[in-house]
């Protein structure tokens, strides 16, 4: 497993955030969708010896496009951002991309036939497509989010276990991962009060270091080999001091 961040975290150029984040001593970075894509940026990436892990695939996703819409043509509005996003990550080296569910439940049916499109694509180009659980949303549990997947059935369609998130659905991490098993495909570690998505950094809110002990212990006893990153808010008080104590906090965890 490998640890990385979130870079909207970090304000300021694209130069000066991949610095900042070798310079706290990460060499695995998350980016959103055409972060990065001058052949200058691209270049600093590698100067600090950064590798893309994951990209956040429907971040930004037009208001005129949704992947369960009962449009049919913002629904391929939706597929056609998402495959451009995919291949961009892809181009950055990203080996993971994660959507966020759209709000109807009544249209699960048709995000699932979206999703599978979108697996398709992933396949292609060797990147894991992930669904990330997230309250309020029509998979707003992990759980629910892990079921729904098992119901899709495709082999390319994993569970993004945020932790925060978890919290606020009342669910307990590390019986998360045990119940994902090989579905589970990517990790996003940060906290809160649990019932505000705040991004804390990790022990600021709820989060004991016993609980994230347990969690990183449940990804050894699965074999899970994909990374985990810190998603912290950029309006923190101090984000690089929340990401440093939340890099020493994981690194401590996972031993």
Partial sequence: MNLGCCVWAIEGSESRVAAR????????IDVRPFAFSSDGARRRIREHGLSVSCIAASFGMPEDACLSSPDRDAR???VSYLDRTLDFGASLGASAAYVVPDEDRSSLDRYAAALERLAER????????CVEHFPGSALPTAAGTIAFLRDVGHPNLFLLLDIGHAQMSDEDPAAVISEAGPRLGYVHLDDNDGSRD???ALT?????????????SALADIGYR??????????????LDALKRSREIVLGAMG
């Fill in 204 to 216: 600021d809110g709820i989060l004991t270091e016993a609980a994230l002990a347990d969690a990183v």
């Fill in 76 to 78: 391929l509005r939706a």
């Fill in 198 to 200: 705040l991004h804390l």
């Fill in 226 to 239: 994909g990374n985990l990153s810190l998603e912290l808010h950029p309006e923190l008080p101090d984000p």
């Fill in 21 to 28: 984040a070798a310079a706290l001593g990460f060499d695995w």
């Fill in 122 to 129: 992933g396949d292609e180009l060797g990147v894991t497509v």
